[in-house]
């Protein structure tokens, strides 16, 4: 079909929203895997109909599942997500060491290039890949050698959240980790190194100027531009015009510059999104309206993007994973609330409409533009 697939993960389950090119009238096909969360729901930029999904749950653990079929079908493929060699410790909240246990797989990032290769940011915090669609899993165990002993959880976990591979230079991957703060690679993941300069954590950290232990909250790149990043921390909306070497405030005027998603436009690579939140105590937007800000220079002069969103008594958050972007132009916006709230818009966030209110709470929203 051409048009746009949406996917979304819940608490209790995944969603698959599907329009034609015209954005007007919506199917919602789910829930798949009802009852259990699905942290992560992603596509092949190659091979639109291989779908991955994170499917997670207290009692019964971590399942990876495969669709190739454009999400009407799965199968539960690898789901063996061992440590190399001897793990070690990482620190705890008091200062303490604490063994690495895995736990659960917070993103799947498939291959800008191969369709069977797929990356997967586990809980503790690793970096794994596959080669086999999802059959086999293997770490790049030298992610954590870039001081992971300092390496401390956030308040949702020890998770490795951002995967970004980059589209010029396939040995340069980024990623992201709460509470360890930004990492890259420059030959295909065997070595790793922080880049962390210029991140401030004034009231999380002993040393607000070390070099890792960032709660960094998401990280996006515009693929025409590899070098140029943009960043959502824990307090502070960053900026980095030299692959992560050094970074820069462009938190400007908006009204918090807490928050967890960040997303930059699809065809305009100074077009960025944030959703600002009102404290890490308070997740829910200032004043409890619900704004979408965008800033068409790249940071520091923000405007609230409101037609269609709720401004009053609005107490819903927007996680980390759960903004993205169609490639039809005007492109679309898409983003989903812990409230259960799927919105999206036709006209790069100019107007909003509800694709769906009701759903579990929206832990991560992905797009596909189809052919």
């Not at 190659?46 to 079929?69: C, E, M, T």
């Not at 950290?205 to 070390?210: H, K």
Request: aromatic share 12%; net charge negative.
């Amino acid at each position: 079909m051409y048009g746009v697939r949406v996917l979304v993960g819940t608490r209790k389950g995944a969603f698959i929203l599907t329009t034609d090119t015209q954005r007007e009238n919506w199917k919602i096909n789910g829930p798949h895997f009802a009852g259990w969360e699905i942290y992560h729901l992603k596509g092949s930029p190659i091979n639109p109909d291989r779908l991955y999904a994170s499917q997670s749950s207290g009692w019964f653990g971590q399942v990876i599942q495969r669709s190739d079929d454009g999400g009407i079908s799965w199968t539960p493929v690898g789901n063996k997500f061992v440590y190399e060699g001897s793990p070690g410790t990482h620190q705890w909240f008091d200062g303490s060491q604490r063994p690495w246990e895995f736990k659960r797989v917070w993103k799947l990032e498939p291959s800008l290039t191969n369709p069977e290769v797929v990356y997967a940011g586990v809980e503790d915090a690793a970096l794994f890949h596959s080669s086999d669609g999802g059959q086999t899993w293997q770490e790049f165990e030298g992610l954590r050698q870039a001081k992971g002993h300092l390496w401390s959880p956030g308040a949702g976990g020890m998770c490795l959240h951002t995967i970004i591979q980059d589209p010029v230079d396939p040995e340069r991957i980024y990623t992201a980790i709460s509470a360890a703060g930004a990492f890259r690679t420059d030959d295909g993941g065997q070595t790793w190194k922080p880049v962390n300069h210029g991140l401030q954590s004034n009231y999380e950290l002993p040393d607000p100027n070390a070099e890792v232990g960032h709660c960094v909250h998401s990280i996006t790149m515009h693929p025409a531009r590899p070098n140029v990043l943009f960043m959502q921390k824990h307090w502070d909306v960053m900026r980095s015009d030299d692959a992560g070497e050094s970074w820069y405030e462009v938190s400007g005027n908006l009204p918090s510059d807490f928050g967890f998603t960040i997303a930059v436009h699809a065809h305009e690579p100074e077009t960025i999104y944030v959703v600002p939140i009102k404290s890490d105590s308070e997740h829910y937007p200032p004043e409890g309206k619900l704004r979408v800000y965008r800033s068409r220079t790249g940071g520091n002069e923000w405007e609230p993007l409101t037609v269609g969103l709720p401004q009053s008594n609005c107490y819903v958050n927007v996680l980390r994973s759960a903004m993205a972007f169609d490639y039809l132009d005007p492109c679309g916006v898409y983003f989903g609330t812990t409230g259960g709230q799927v919105y999206a818009s036709a006209d790069a966030g100019d107007r909003w409409t509800p694709l769906v209110l009701t759903l579990p709470p929206v832990l991560s929203v992905e797009v596909q533009t189809l052919p």
